[in-house]
């Protein structure tokens, strides 16, 4: 390979990871294994300066910035850290350190938050801004979402600068991270695959109020600005600290390389007690005249750098590998491994991923293997001892039909996962629908839990959704664990559920790719089942947000008989099968042609369901303000760049109460409409 194609692969690669970790929140390698790629791909440039490309991925420092904030430029850049993995290129800093400063110096050590990064601005003692780190230059004003995070003061306690910034990290402790991917499995969610993404992700929710339920958490660790009260940045610390801000006790004057190690030593085990995730440790020179006059690099400060911890490994026998069918008929290949110890829990089982992962390790039955526990919930093989493998086992290789019903598996284009596509009979997969028809957002249906849905499942009590208005209270309370109680609750849950809306029959279904947003679109579209069931392809995608994969999707569904005969037992059943009279009334013409941006938050509705109703109301809602922009549908906390721009080209703002005026809807909402902007 030439050195052309070299750099070119490495680019490509790093650019798949940047896009796992920035876009999809799902990396498949981990920090230590892209950092090491990304310094590979750094020295070929600088040996190479011919092949310079300036939207090499060495040349930006990752984005976060999406659609629907305001953007704000940094007064100050946000800089990264440059990293290092071994105590020989920790002490590596401290002499260039020396070096560049010539006299004494001190190091503030502190640890390295495993969040998302933010920069407040407080004018007065107030909260002013709240912004991403974006591109470093510029970032996303979240200022909304970042008031509901309990443990920034709105407010400042004495005497401060009038104007400053403080950065920190903001972070979703593991506990409610838990919480929260239990609550997403139950809702056949994707899960969040640690804490970071939880935090990043929740931070860029379009609605704050989702966002403060959330109970995240943030960490000041550094202050900038033109009057610091303080000549050195762990005073300033603890001035922060002193005004109502959450700053580390783990934070610490080193007046030498000992005191770091010392203060590394202590916090790579200690750190596994603590409520939030970090991965490192943060080394600082104290004296900010000192950071002044060692200066930045193009990418990081020179008075810095950042330790990262390694991601826990051990090396344990695979055994051998099994295959799980998840409630999509996704198979999940599972490595069964002696006991090993890794991060304080003993590990027999490790995630393998996919195919391509098993294939690229070249895994045989009896290998060693190295299991890693990084900040991801499940532990994951790295790679295979080679030097170990001394008697071959066999070859370990993906299944080609389903351990739980026989069927061939399927693998859909572009997609890692192999599927069985026998949705309707495998064992797995038909629980996994009920549990899906019964849930909250579905058809609402308490008393039938994962374990009793299996129970009656095994009893020949249900054999598919429709079963469950079969159910009767004889036989329910019969069951072991099921009192008679709990079988009337059962029951009464079900009548009610036959006023579940269509809409959420709809979703309840189950028909793959139909969220709770598309099933909705659907309903809407079509108005009742007899509709959507005889609805063409190009109907279909003619839907808005309806494309290719969906409509594939919904015309399989109702191609098959099984399906066709479930409906018909759960409309036999009093299920709603239509759209409720009042949404079928063709809501009016009252925003005809208008473009309409909506903005902040509101009382009655949420953003969505306003998105909805303008299109209702035969009006479209368009994303930033323009010329063209009929109006502003602005709610609490608007966005001030969106007002600055809509009071510039004269564009009305107007407020929900207004709106639902407008449109007709009744509100009462002078009494507690809380907006501060009018
Ligand atoms: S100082 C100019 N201190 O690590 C240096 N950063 O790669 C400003 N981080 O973007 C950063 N804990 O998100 C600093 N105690 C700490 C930190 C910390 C976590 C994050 C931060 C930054 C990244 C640097």
């Known amino acids: ?95 260039r350190v020396r070096k560049g400063l010539n006299e004494d110096f001190e190091l503030v050590c502190e640890l390295k938050y495993d969040g998302t990064s933010i920069s407040l601005t407080y004018e007065n003692g107030s909260l002013l801004r709240a912004v991403t780190r974006g591109d470093g230059e510029k970032g996303d004003d ?53 804490p970071r993404n939880a935090a990043s992700g929740t931070l860029k929710l379009q609605n704050p109020a989702i966002v403060a339920t959330r109970k995240l958490d943030a960490y000041l660790y550094y202050m900038l600005g033109e009057q610091l009260p303080c000549e050195k940045h762990y005073d300033n610390l603890m001035a ?37 995730a970090t991965d490192g440790i943060v080394i600082k020179v104290n004296s900010l005249l000192q950071q002044k006059n060692l ?31 998840g409630r999509t008929g996704a198979v999940t290949p599972v490595a069964n491994l002696d006991p090993v110890q890794l991060s304080g829990t003993t590990v027999k089982r490790a995630s393998l991923h996919n195919a391509d992962i098993i294939a690229a390790l070249d895994l045989h039955i009896g290998d060693m293997v190295y299991v890693e526990k990084g900040g991801e919930i499940i532990p994951k093989i790295t790679a295979v001892d080679m030097d170990a493998r001394i008697l071959v086992g066999d070859k370990v290789h993906f299944i080609k039909n389903c351990p739980e019903c026989g069927s061939e598996l399927v693998r859909f284009e572009s997609e890692a996962a192999h599927y ?14 009920m549990e899906h028809f019964v849930s909250r957002k579905a058809m609402n249906i308490e008393g039938l839990g994962s374990e009793t849905i299996a129970l009656l499942y095994e009893n020949n009590l249900l054999r598919n959704v429709a079963d469950i208005y079969e159910l009767k209270i004889p036989e329910l309370s019969r069951l072991e664990r099921l009192g008679s109680k709990s079988a009337q609750n059962i029951k009464i849950s079900c009548e009610k559920s036959r006023e579940v809306p269509f809409e959420r029959v709809v979703f309840a279904l189950g028909i793959r790719f139909v969220g709770e947003t598309v099933a909705k679109k659907l309903a809407y579209a079509f108005t009742n089942i007899e509709a959507l069931e005889t609805a063409t392809y190009d109907q279909l995608i003619a839907v808005d947000e309806i494309g290719d994969r969906i409509a594939q999707s919904v015309i399989k569904y109702f191609a098959d008989e099984r399906n066709v005969e479930l409906i018909t037992r759960l409309k036999n059943y009093g299920l709603k099968m239509a759209l409720a009279e009042e949404k ?66 004269g564009v009305k703002l107007m407020t929900e109460s207004e709106f639902l005026s407008l449109i007709g809807e009744k509100n009462n909402d002078e009494a507690h409409f809380t907006g501060t902007l009018f």
């Open 240 to 276: 922060a600290r002193s005004w109502g801000f959450k700053v580390s006790d783990a934070t610490r004057v080193c007046k030498s390389l000992n005191e770091v190690f010392e203060f590394i030593q202590y916090w790579d085990t200690e750190r596994k007690n603590l409520p939030v």
């Open 584 to 649: 079928l009334q063709a809501a009016g013409d009252a925003l005809k042609g208008m473009a309409i941006v909506i903005s902040g938050t509101f009382q009655h509705h949420s953003r969505d369901e306003y998105k909805t109703i303008i299109e209702k109301h035969g009006g479209k809602n368009t994303g930033s303000v323009s010329a063209k922009t009929s109006f502003v549908l602005a709610g609490d906390n608007m966005g001030p760049e969106k007002m600055k721009k809509a009071e510039s080209l």
């Open 295 to 325: 200066g930045f690099t193009a990418k990081s400060p020179r008075w810095a750098i950042a330790y990262k911890f390694q991601a826990e490994k051990a090396v344990t026998r695979l055994n051998s590998v099994s295959f799980q069918v």
């Open 1 to 95: 390979m030439t050195v052309a194609d070299k750099i070119e692969s490495l680019r490509r690669e790093l650019e798949q990871h940047n896009y796992n970790y920035y876009v999809l929140s799902q990396p498949s390698i981990t920090d230590f294994e892209f950092d090491a790629k990304l310094s590979e791909l750094q020295k070929l440039e600088e040996e190479h300066p011919e092949f310079f490309d300036p939207n090499s991925p060495t040349q930006r420092v990752g984005s976060d910035i999406s659609d629907g904030f305001n953007q704000v430029a940094h007064v100050y850049p946000m800089l990264s850290l440059g990293n290092t993995y071994s105590e020989g290129e920790v002490q590596d800093f401290y002499e």
């Open 142 to 194: 979240v200022t909304a979402n970042v008031k509901t995070i309990r443990s920034i003061p709105l407010r400042l306690n004495g005497s401060f600068p009038s104007k400053f910034e403080i950065r920190g990290e903001i972070l979703m402790p593991w506990a409610v991270f838990d919480e929260l991917n239990r609550e997403r499995e139950s809702q056949e969610e994707t899960l969040f695959a640690n």
């Open 420 to 433: 069985c596509p026998n949705d309707n009979a495998c064992p797995p997969q038909i629980k996994g629908k």
